[in-house]
């Protein structure tokens, strides 16, 4: 199963970063073919409407939009509510990998969901926790 981090949904919606964006649209519509089970983490559904609301907030999109956006992510993913063992989980992994606090719940609600790979600018490309492959989508190509 696919997860994507909440970076990868704000490059889905940031018209000022056209390359990024662009490349998120693309892992976004290819994580939507059915073979590839998506799924969309509570933790990152929340962070991502809290972005669109800071925008909208600020004047940059409107209500409309905000819902837009929201929408076309929740229509295409299924979502997933963590349980309360994510947390003893959390406290483990960033105990043992040193995460940030939100990034070892991430990746908790990972290993409880099934998720294999999280997309993510925000962690070590290729890094392995507990099974959960962290993939860089923006990263450069090996030159």
């Not at 999109?61 to 509510?81: K, M, N, Y």
């Not at 962690?123 to 392995?128: R, S």
């Amino acid at each position: 199963m696919n997860a994507v981090d909440t970076n990868v949904l704000v490059y889905f919606a940031d018209a000022d970063e056209p390359v990024k964006q662009q490349q998120a649209s693309q892992l976004l519509a290819e994580l939507c073919l059915p073979e590839t089970d998506p799924l969309l983490l509570w933790q990152v559904a929340a962070e991502f409407l809290n972005c669109l609301r800071r925008w909208e907030f600020a004047g940059r999109i409107s209500r409309a939009e905000t819902l837009r956006l929201f929408s076309q992510i929740e229509e295409s993913f299924e979502l997933v509510l963590p349980t309360r063992n994510v947390i003893h989980t959390a406290l483990d992994l960033n105990a043992r990998y040193s995460l940030s606090h939100w990034d070892s719940l991430l990746v908790a609600a990972c290993i409880e969901a099934g998720v294999t790979t999280l997309y993510s600018e925000d962690m070590a490309d290729g890094a392995d926790y507990d099974g959960v492959r962290i993939v860089n989508p923006f990263r450069s190509p090996a030159p």
